[in-house]
């Protein structure tokens, strides 16, 4: 009988798409995957460190797991992603009943690292970092999808020196897949049916920078925006530093661009992002997205903030508030600072602001967004717009849910065969976190050519 494996991913879309490539290496050495974690004879954890939240359910994930090796001969655990390529033969010292360790560019090896967990009773650790992009690719190229949405590598890694980020430590330094194997991937997903993909990296603008003769990130967009087939393209992470002229043209241009950028401002201080060594000031990151506005009026933004970066005085704190105000962004993730290791503030700054008061900054600015977004929302009511359904509401009651081009989610009462469609909407309701929409029949349809996009 086929040996069974069992993944758990934390973290970012990067890791949900590293898990599958850990799901096709074991396959391919013919383990099967089970969403049963006492059923499994292999099993994974996918890590992220960024926070020190997500590395703590780290050790309690593992703690819970010792049971299966305790009750069942053979049982396999590893560790992969951000906090194995942390932590290496640490993790192994502090956690016993820890079988193997492999980091963030080791996912090509991991079947080698299984069978000598098998065979030679090892506890092997892997945490080398490749320079050559070939350690992003599988031999038999990517082999099975689910649904009609999928990710995508472009690049790893980041050379950003943003004090508080762990991402350089754990992810390397940038390393840009070559654009042919990227292009292929996403032609290969659209022949299996695939309508959006998500294009992935930690800094996606600077796509091809340090790799002479390669594409722009702007470039690549086209290209991808040019095969046939393709409905929707989004891509994340970017840093506003990059933020190119010749991107925000794409976003004018790309037909299948979807009207949506993520743009971590994390501060509306400029001393705080001065500490955060992020390389703008607010009056430029306004500059940019004030360009992009002009070029592509119904872009929506979102954005992540940090609350309680050392020294952040609560005129600095009001700034960001100021900025939320003023940008009007459509979501935002918002984190409470977590010093974390290797990292520059970590070193230089004490983490000084009190527990209690990041605590009540974080439900501020969650609240003022939460007041913003309910706005916004309530303008699109009677709009027609159209959404890729998705499947089951996360409300639970029945319903369906998709996201329209500009990532707004969209509850909808329709039959089942309707996932994986796009169909067009007319919006109902909103609340501030999603909208309800009835969907049109084919003669209310919209025009294939959203407004706004130049030919
Ligand atoms: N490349 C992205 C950027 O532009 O900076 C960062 C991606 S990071 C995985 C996602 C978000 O986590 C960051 O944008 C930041 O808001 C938050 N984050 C990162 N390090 C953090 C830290 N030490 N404490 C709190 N939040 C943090």
């Not at 995957?33 to 309690?60: F, M, W």
């Not at 492999?102 to 030679?120: D, P, R, S, Y």
């Not at 992002?273 to 119904?298: A, K, N, T």
Request: glycine fraction near 6%; charged fraction near 25%.
């Amino acid at each position: 009988m086929a040996k069974k494996f069992y993944i758990q991913t934390y973290g970012c879309q990067m890791n949900q798409y590293d898990s599958e490539r850990i799901a096709q290496v074991m396959r391919r050495s013919d383990y099967v995957q089970t969403d049963r974690v006492d059923a499994a004879d292999l099993i994974l954890l996918n890590t992220c460190s960024v926070r020190d939240k997500a590395e703590q359910k780290v050790y309690s994930a593992l703690g819970s797991w010792k049971e299966f090796k305790d009750y069942r001969d053979g049982v396999i655990i590893g560790v992969g992603g951000c906090v194995a390529q942390q932590e290496g033969e640490n993790l192994l010292r502090r956690v016993p009943h820890l079988d193997l360790v492999f980091g963030t560019h080791n996912i090509h090896k991991l079947a080698e690292l299984v069978e000598q967990v098998e065979n030679l009773h090892t506890r092997p650790v892997e945490t080398t970092f490749y320079r050559d992009p070939a350690y992003m690719e599988e031999s038999d190229g990517r082999t099975k999808v689910s649904g009609v949405k999928a990710f995508v590598t472009i690049m790893q890694g980041c050379n950003k020196v943003c004090s508080f980020c762990i991402v350089p430590h754990v992810r390397g330094r940038e390393v840009s897949r070559p654009s042919a194997k990227v292009i292929a991937e996403v032609e290969s997903l659209i022949a299996q049916g695939v309508k959006e993909v998500m294009l992935l990296g930690q800094n996606v603008n600077s796509y091809g920078k340090l790799t002479p003769g390669e594409l722009s990130f702007a470039e690549l967009l086209c290209r991808v925006d040019a095969i046939d087939g393709i409905e929707r393209i989004r891509f994340t992470t970017s840093h506003p530093q990059d933020l190119s002229p010749q991107l925000v043209e794409a976003f004018a241009t790309c037909k299948n661009l979807c009207e949506h950028l993520h743009l971590p401002v994390q501060s509306g201080s400029d001393e705080v992002l001065v500490r955060m060594r992020r390389g703008y000031s607010q009056q430029e990151y306004l500059q940019r997205i004030g360009r992009l506005r002009d070029r592509c009026p119904e872009v929506a933004l979102s954005t992540d903030i940090i609350v309680g970066f050392p020294g952040e005085t609560d005129a600095e704190f009001e700034q960001t508030l100021e900025l939320l105000r003023h940008v009007e962004y459509d979501e935002i993730f918002s984190f409470m600072y977590s010093p974390r290791p290797q990292t520059v503030s970590a070193k230089i700054y004490d983490d000084d602001i009190p527990d209690d008061v990041k605590r009540e900054r974080l439900r501020i600015v969650q609240a003022l967004q939460q007041s913003i977004s309910l706005v916004k929302n309530r303008r699109r009511i009677g709009d027609r717009d159209e959404i890729l359904v998705d499947g089951s509401s996360k409300l639970k009651n029945g319903q369906l849910m998709g996201r329209t081009r500009t990532n707004r989610i969209v509850n909808i009462t329709a039959p089942e065969n309707l996932v994986g469609q796009i169909v067009p909407v007319r919006i109902t309701s909103a609340t501030a976190n999603s909208l309800l929409g009835e969907v049109l029949s084919g003669s209310d349809s919209l025009n294939p050519q959203p407004e706004g996009k130049v030919a």
